[in-house]
């Protein structure tokens, strides 16, 4: 993806623009290769070929993210950094890592408009009203629906009380059960796409600290899906029946840009 810090309107106000090749659609590769366009011949070697094509403009679609206007934080997100893994002990949750989410005003505005239908009602693809097992299942961001190579739906659960993976207890159990299930048998009602290609999981860190399960076909590698970040809600929840206290045991492994506020707190601390 190519990352683009630019001011809108010349206000000075910064916009995150990200903008993404969309993949392949299966059915419209015959048209792709049948449709008169430039081929430039790059290499030929033996049987081996390479040509650069210049699709027409519906065939060569890019899709564009735009954040407008974006806070300091959207930006450094977005802009390539080193990254390191941390790994954080209960003890280093209680005294750096909560202290500094309490910190951060990273508003999730975005996940109450949702959860109070204010914003992408059209998009829910399923939703459980129960205040505290319930949820509501959404297209991700990420994804523009016109393909099921790179699937992505978010299950956002009522409960405003649950910050991430650490928070988890037995308790949370019911709930939890109930997105993994309802939200397999949702999308293979919808999409068609069955749960053994699905890969359902949360991430630690989050970057919003309100409890939501991702939902990405199992076949594309989406960003965020690696062993650093992503904690597979059926782990979770096996986890959680054999020890109400697991989340509030044991260390947890993540990656953290260099320039993270975050990894600064670690860093004083001499966790590094
Ligand atoms: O686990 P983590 O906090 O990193 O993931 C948050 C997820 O929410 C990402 O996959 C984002 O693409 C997705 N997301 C973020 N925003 C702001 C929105 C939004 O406004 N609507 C939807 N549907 N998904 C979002």
Redesign the pocket.
Known sequence: FIFQRIGLSGEGTDAVVILEKTPFQEEKIPDLLKKPMNAELQMHNDIYCTFYLSPPPELSEIKATV?YPATEKHIQKYLRQEVHLIRETWEDYKNITLPFIHSQSFSIQ??Y??LEKK??TD?IVHENPDPSNGFVL?????WNQNQLEDL?L?ALVHRRDIKSLRDLTAEHLPLLRNVLQEGKEAIVKRFGVPSSQLRIY??Y?????HL?V?FTALGYD???SSVE?AHLLADVIDNLAMDSMYYQKRALTFPLRADEPLFKKFQEAGRL
């Open positions: 954040v975005w996940v408009n949702i914003a992408e998009r959404v297209p991700d961001l990420k992505y978010i949360l991430h860190q989050p970057s919003y600290y939501h991702h989406a960003p965020g970040r």
